[in-house]
């Protein structure tokens, strides 16, 4: 039902992208990945090459791909890029780009470009005046304590364990957070069954 939505209104891309997460927590990877490449596609003819949807698409494909455990960080930098292009017209948060991108290289054992994203995101919520995203300031602190050895520890207000137990908490956080963030909540956080 989900796939059958309209296609020309911006919802039948947020429909298969639903869709394809759906999927995925069941293990069909394989058909999650195709269905965010069919909502990339149904957002790029919607509205171009650049534009926000079109980059949160193209960041949903890239997530989808990394669990699938094919090389997503082509996706991610574009995504990252296209947001940072949208940006200079209006304002966004590039956090949205930032985290999964830098998520994705701790992951890889990249903190040296992993650590300056997430800075960068770490920043843009602190200069914000109303950031109301529950996931990312512990998801960032998360990340970084994983990168230790290359991030001294932000000002953030929040220590390691309530980033876990805040992470731990959420409703539905297992979905929220990214696939390398959901491998630190059980090996930096224990085992105890996350949202």
Known sequence: M????????GQGAHDLQNLAT????QGRHAEAVQLQR???ELQRAREGESSAATAVALRELAIAEEVQG??????????????????????????????PLA??????NR??????????ALAGMNAAANTADPVARPQILLLLDA?????????????LVDACETLRELPGAVVDVYPTTRVLLTTRCGSRRIG
């Open 111 to 120: 903190c040296e470009e992993a650590v300056p994203l997430l800075r960068s």
């Open 70 to 99: 094919t090389d997503p960080e082509p996706r991610y930098r574009a995504a990252l890029a296209m947001a940072e292009t949208v940006g200079k017209t209006r304002e966004i948060p590039l956090r949205g780009w930032q985290v």
């Open 38 to 40: 069919s909502a990339v």
């Open 103 to 108: 998520a994705f290289l701790v992951g890889a």
């Open 147 to 159: 990168c230790s050895a290359l991030a001294s520890p932000p000002a953030s207000g929040m220590s």
């Open 22 to 25: 759906a999927v995925g927590l």
């Open 2 to 9: 989900l796939a059958r939505k309209r296609k020309d209104n």
